[in-house]
């Protein structure tokens, strides 16, 4: 199915619409990377905010459902900024990232550590200062093992060809 996705983008105007933009639009490219980058941290920092919160590590003072209800703008916002701008990348070389295992892994991360955030930030919302229990940190806990994940997967993306030795 990969596959078929990667060489139907392959031979769309949407490639060639974005290898255009990344090639001919001075500056687009670290531009774009940083955006992508920003948007992450803010996903991040909100979502290991948080789970650290409903954990009971951090910010024990601070109500969890205010927490929830500051940062899920953050979080969310952050989404769609990693979304729209690491598009770019995938429709520029699209081999380049579903070929690659490494991708595989940050995606599948991601899924899960979208959902689990999502259901943190729930339970964070309708919590009005009632203990959480223990359900509500072990979803917050793999959440954080969920990111951490995407993250390292993300920066390795690059550098797969170490992970997986090919002959080409």
């Not at 031979?11 to 639009?25: E, F, H, P, T, V």
């Not at 060809?161 to 090919?166: G, K, S």
Request: charge should be positive.
């Amino acid at each position: 199915m990969l596959n078929t996705l990667s060489q139907w983008i392959s031979q769309s105007q949407m490639r060639d619409w974005a290898l255009w933009a990344l090639g001919n639009i001075p500056g687009f490219p670290p531009i774009i990377q940083s955006i992508h980058l920003l948007s992450i941290c803010a996903i991040v920092a909100s979502a290991v905010f948080l789970n650290l919160r409903v954990i009971g590590v951090a910010a024990r003072a601070q109500s969890v459902t205010e927490m929830s209800h500051r940062l899920r703008y953050w979080a969310f916002g952050g989404l769609l900024g990693a979304f729209c701008s690491g598009i770019f990348f995938i429709l520029a070389r699209p081999t380049r990232y579903f070929d690659n295992p490494v991708f595989h892994i940050k995606f599948i991360a991601l899924l899960v550590a979208v959902i689990l955030s999502a259901i943190v930030f729930s339970i964070a919302a309708k919590r009005e200062e009632k203990p959480l229990a223990g359900m509500a940190k072990i979803i917050a806990f793999v959440s954080l093992c969920a990111w951490i994940l995407v993250i390292l997967a993300g920066r390795w993306i690059a550098y797969s060809e170490y992970l997986f030795w090919r002959d080409y």
